[in-house]
């Protein structure tokens, strides 16, 4: 089921890029996570930082508005201090972002979207050992934030992406468990290249 959502995902992609102006780039930067949630709460979580880096793909629609579609392995969960010491849950996703890019001024663009996560790794680490906690192998969500792209092609972006599924479930009982996560990037844009060309 995960790779048909993300063959599915990706063909769509690329019969769109035929359509349009397009560019392609990599990216990759820092990761704040956490969990949040009603249930979440009750454990006093503390941020996990880790990394994401995976493919960007613009494809211009007008001047000013693009879509952007993005795979990313990206590393998210929390950490929970007890008195007998830190764990880490460490939920590891293929994400797929598909933004909708506005530019409001030359290069600084406002972006938002739906994501969909791939769950490829899900362990609770405590005193030196790791255990599967059985996490949700889908995630929904959104994501919002902002990009500038210079012109040599080199782009920094900052975004939130807010889990709008629950991470776990109990006895067939949603648990209110939802993933957060602040993300910094830099990446590249190798150039434009059309559907008419």
């Given amino acids: ?8 995902v990706l063909t769509t992609f690329c019969f769109t890029a035929t359509q349009a102006q397009v560019e392609f780039g990599v990216k990759g930067g820092l990761n704040i996570a956490n969990l949040n949630g009603d249930d979440a709460d009750e454990l006093d979580p503390n941020s996990r930082t880790s990394f ?6 613009g494809i211009s629609v007008s001047d000013n508005f693009s879509v952007q579609p993005e795979v990313l392995f990206s590393g998210q969960g929390a950490t929970v201090d007890s008195d007998e010491g830190e764990a880490t849950f460490k ?3 293929i994400n797929v972002p598909v933004l909708a890019s506005f530019e409001v001024t030359d290069g600084l663009s406002l972006q938002a979207g739906p994501q969909l996560g791939i769950n490829i790794g899900d362990d609770l680490e405590f005193d030196g050992q790791s255990e599967s906690t059985e996490a949700e192998s889908i995630d929904f969500g959104a994501a919002f934030g902002a990009q500038y792209q210079l012109a040599n092609g080199l782009l920094f972006q900052a975004r939130y992406a807010v889990g709008l599924s629950d991470v776990y479930k109990e006895d ?5 468990v939802k993933n957060g996560v602040l993300s910094f990037s830099i990446g590249y844009m190798f150039g434009g290249s059309g559907g008419d060309n």
Avoid: C, H, S, T
């Fill in 1 to 8: 089921m995960k790779r048909l959502v993300l063959v599915a």
């Fill in 91 to 93: 939920l590891n996703y």
């Fill in 172 to 176: 067939g009982q949603e648990i209110d």
């Fill in 52 to 57: 994401n880096f995976g493919a960007v793909v």
